[in-house]
């Protein structure tokens, strides 16, 4: 079970992350006030998908890997606890206060700010997940890797 949960659960998380960072770019550039007010108010909603989603990774990619080792296991092991600090301490407090500010119509230096460190840290996760991603299918034969 764990095995096929892992990678769904994986694209899942990754795909959502990515989805709340494109609407957020796409909002603050292309979009109006009322835009970004919907995607900051709809962004605390989608982690009812994706804190479940990164929990099954962690939990499936720790059963997996329970009695391996080094090389790739072990950087995918490393980047857990990064990617899951960075998602706790910063992504959903950022979205939480962001989500509040903009229903407040308060769309000002500090929604900009906090917003600059919510990309930042999205993009820092969506690089880690993307990582794991790789060495997963790297793991399971699915990609080889590059040889000089």
Not at 3 to 8: E, S
Not at 27 to 56: Q, R, S
Not at 82 to 110: E, H, M, R, Y
Request: hydrophobic content about 55%; glycine content about 10%.
């Amino acid at each position: 079970m764990p095995r096929r949960l892992h990678p769904v659960a994986g694209a899942i998380a990754l795909l959502t992350i990515l989805t709340f960072w494109v609407a957020t770019v796409l909002a603050e550039t292309l979009g109006d006030t009322a835009t970004i007010v919907a995607v900051k108010t709809a962004i605390p909603w989608g982690l009812t998908i994706l804190i479940p989603a990164l929990a099954a990774v962690g939990g499936s990619g720790f059963a997996i890997a329970r009695d391996r080792s080094g090389g790739l296991v072990a950087a995918k092991r490393r980047r857990m606890p990064l990617i899951a600090a960075n998602g706790l301490l910063i992504l959903v407090p950022c979205a939480f206060l962001l989500s509040f500010k903009a229903q407040s119509g308060t769309l000002d230096a500090v929604f900009y700010g906090v917003q600059a460190v919510e990309l930042i840290a999205g993009a820092v996760n969506i690089a880690l997940l993307g990582m794991s991603l790789r060495d997963g299918l790297r793991l399971s034969g699915r990609l080889r890797t590059a040889t000089a």
